[in-house]
């Protein structure tokens, strides 16, 4: 096995996180909005994608098959923000708790990282929801009610249900972050980001960033009351946060050093 192929010590992928979660704290707030917001944008072309397929086949599949086959539109938008290195505000809640255990960052400093990032993922998608829930209807390839499909799944669970779920996928974005740094090739980086962002979606998991553009979708098509976007959205923030920052973050750094 070549040198470059070989996988790399779990020490070393520490390190690589290491120096991307000081190389995103040092970045200024202008910086770190922009391309917070530009990632917003770009994650939106999921809800883009699952929303077409979802159009063109409900009247040929049952829901439960609908479902699995629009899930697998859901990895798009993750390729592009990934892929092309913008700011994820669920990839800095385990890469940006790294720095700080190491002593290297201040919980200040992560909590300024956090909230740029959130706030740029969050503009950049309500823009986007703007965008699609026009030019969808108008060219006839969204159906309007298709926006509230997505909306009404998001905030039908209870709140715990909420929680847990949003845990979940937020634990599989830290693991996607630590994955991608573990890989050496762009083509294998791209297999890592489907198959973790695929099982999200198909899963129904609450990711804060896409959902926060299906619910603002729903809001805007009359299905979603502002009480149930913020309810919601507090609930997924707070369990992506206890994912990728305590099972992630918090974890993968005592494993290396003790």
Known sequence: MGEENKPKEHSDVLREQLRAGLKESDMSNTRLFLSAFTAGLEIGFSILIMGVLYTVLNPIYDEDVLHLIVSLGYPLGFIFVIIGRSELFTEQTALAMVPMLNGNTTLRQLLRLWGVVFIGNIIGGVLFSLLITWIGPARGIIDPDTFSHFARAL????????????????????????????????????????????????????????????????????????????????????????????????????????
């Not at 980001?193 to 619910?215: D, P, Q, R, Y």
């Not at 098509?221 to 099972?247: D, K, Q, R």
Request: charged share 10%; net charge neutral.
């Open 155 to 258: 905030i039908d669970p209870d709140l715990y249900v909420i929680l847990g779920s949003a845990t979940l996928a937020g634990w599989m974005m830290g693991l996607l972050g630590w994955l991608v740094t573990t890989s050496q090739e762009t083509v294998s980086r791209i297999l890592i980001i489907i198959l973790i962002t695929a099982i999200i979606g198909s899963a129904k998991l609450h990711h804060c960033i896409v959902g926060s553009i299906e619910l603002f979708c729903g809001l805007l098509m009359g299905a979603v009351s502002p009480a149930e976007y913020g309810m919601v959205m507090l609930f997924a923030v707070l369990g992506n946060v206890i994912g990728g920052a305590i099972f992630v973050g918090a974890l993968k750094f005592s494993v290396a050093k003790f």
